[in-house]
């Protein structure tokens, strides 16, 4: 079991180097986090967007890019369609998002004739390492849907299962939170919660244990779990946090990264491959963490 982005990173150096194809990559925190990867053998990286931006941001940043490839190409939906293409076409092994909107990147990556769908729901998974916790932490989906139904739900435990066996979880706990710990009929996320757990016992969605409806401290607080008499084995000990929409999971991700200093990383899954995806306020550190992580789910 993978603890945190230290034993992250060793992992994907192990396990790598892969290829990974940058989406207009005009932007100096995805240069440096790709000039990180590179240096530490975790990816090789071939750069797509403007050529001139690019190496005006490595000259004032310092970056050598003489190990890289640039294809130039000035505009944001056709470096877009290049990085997924050359993913779909097997030279690279892994898409990620530059200095260009998720929506932009999305498209290219559902693009029926060169993209990378399967058919299947896509959802993003951020991965968080925080201080006082002898585990990591991975939220979902806190970027992608905004209002998952049931099936969906199902789909988007089952994509962050993908994530959580790169991480060498076994059988990980999975919590459905909600803003209570009881099943109410006028809250549908705790109706869902119930019906998760019902499709988890009949081996519906399998390779884990999936427990619920959880308010957020019963979920990750063994502590708050036995205060309020909750003995279920996910209480307090939860591996994948279920958000029940966007706004919560938003909320939670930056509350993780600006509140508790959290180190996190993000990746889409459901693709036929992993896409890097992260904030573009988020760190190098962050994007650098995300690449290893799409080194290990590449690998997988």
């Known amino acids: 079991m993978i603890r945190n982005f230290e ?3 060793n992992f994907a150096r192990k396990r790598g180097p892969r290829t990974i194809a940058v989406a207009v990559a005009q932007d100096p925190e995805v240069l440096a986090a790709v000039k990180d990867a590179e240096g530490l053998g975790v990816a090789r990286a071939i750069l797509v967007g403007s050529k001139e931006e690019i190496e005006n941001i490595a000259t004032e940043t310092g970056i050598d890019l003489s190990r ?3 294809i130039d190409e000035k505009d944001n939906v056709g470096a877009s369609r290049k990085a997924v293409e050359l993913v779909s076409s097997g030279k690279a092994d892994m898409v990620m998002k530059g200095l260009v909107d998720t929506s932009i990147i999305l ?8 993209g990378l769908r399967t058919g299947n729901v896509l ?9 006082g916790y002898d585990r990591l932490f991975l939220i979902t989906d806190a970027a992608m849907n905004i209002a998952p139904n049931l099936e969906q739900k199902a789909q988007i435990i089952e994509n962050a299962l993908q994530v959580a066996a790169a991480l060498d979880i076994e059988e990980p706990k999975v919590a459905v939170v909600c803003a209570v710990e009881k099943v109410n009929p006028k809250m549908q ?7 998760l757990v019902k499709m988890n016992q009949e081996g519906r969605i399998k390779g884990c244990l999936i427990g619920g409806p959880f308010a957020l401290d019963n979920a990750v607080s063994v502590e708050a779990a036995r205060h309020k008499g909750i003995g279920h084995p996910v209480a307090g000990n939860a591996d994948i946090l279920l958000v029940p929409f966007i706004e919560a999971g938003n909320v939670l991700y930056k ?6 200093r959290g180190k996190n990383s993000g990746i889409v899954v459901g693709a ?3 896409i890097v995806l992260t904030s573009r306020a988020d760190t190098h550190e ?7 992580l799409g080194v290990l789910m590449a690998s997988k």
């Open 7 to 9: 034993e992250i990173i």
């Open 107 to 114: 498209k290219a990556v559902l693009d029926e004739e060169i």
């Open 286 to 292: 962050a994007k650098l963490n995300s690449i290893a």
């Open 255 to 260: 509350s993780m990264v600006y509140f508790a």
């Open 123 to 131: 959802s993003h998974v951020a991965v968080f390492e925080i201080g």
């Open 189 to 195: 996320a705790t109706l869902d919660a119930q019906e």
């Open 272 to 274: 036929k491959a992993p």
């Open 68 to 70: 890289f490839e640039i």
